[in-house]
């Protein structure tokens, strides 16, 4: 068991990343999780640990990281489906992998009615404690390129287009949301550039050189 969106197949010892899904991140050694991932991880456990599984494949069959990628399921359990409509995982489709793209949405849909896992009060979501040791300051950010950290700071301001709206902070760093996550923030009612100026934030992300 890797994570809430990952396995290993005992006997091949080979991973499987679960298509058209994304699981809260775990925390490791070398990067911060997400709030839920050990949540998620147990209730994947929960369904398909020690079981005998069966995988279903789409357009591409490995992801650039040599992982299977498949459609999981367990005596006629659609493993995927159930990651989200627990609330533990979030639709993420990308093409040419699109198959079941109808069945992972109605099941997020799902579990934002029921306000399950990550669609419930972000309020009282709480990043794992492992965080604090990845914490820097926007002015040490250009010294972690390509690294996933925790960002805390304060949004000075913010420009927006029709892919990104980027929330400016503190000595010349950038927080980056993309469009295609625009409806996650909608679901909880904030409108990122309007709400963020001016408040101090804590951010988990990948730092990335524009």
Do not use: C
Not at 33 to 58: C, T
Not at 60 to 73: Q, S, T
Not at 114 to 120: C, E, L, P, Y
Not at 146 to 158: A, C, E, L, P
């Amino acid at each position: 068991m890797i994570d809430g969106d990952t396995i290993v197949l005992e006997g091949v010892n080979t991973q499987v990343r679960y298509l058209e899904i994304d699981a809260p991140e775990i925390p490791t050694e070398e990067s911060p999780g997400d709030p839920l991932s050990l949540e998620a991880k147990k209730f994947n456990q929960s369904l398909v640990d020690g079981k005998m599984v069966r995988l279903e494949f789409d357009e591409e069959k490995y992801d650039h990281y040599g992982r299977m990628l498949a459609y999981v399921y367990v005596d006629g359990l659609f493993v995927n489906q159930e990651m989200v409509r627990s609330g533990l995982a979030r639709a993420f489709i990308i093409k040419p992998n699109d198959k079941h793209e109808r069945i992972i949405y109605e099941a997020e849909e799902q579990a934002k009615r029921g306000r399950k896992g990550i669609w419930g009060d972000h309020r009282r979501l709480k990043p794992p404690v492992e965080n604090a040791r990845f914490l820097i300051k926007p002015s040490q950010a250009s010294r972690y390129i390509g690294q996933r950290v925790v960002v805390r700071g304060k949004i000075t301001g913010f420009r927006k287009s029709d892919k990104v709206i980027v929330l400016g902070m503190e000595d010349d760093m950038d927080v980056v949301i993309f469009s295609g996550d625009w409806r996650n923030f909608d679901f909880f009612g904030i409108v990122p550039e309007k709400y963020y100026p001016g408040k101090a934030v804590e951010v988990v992300g990948r730092v990335k050189m524009y």
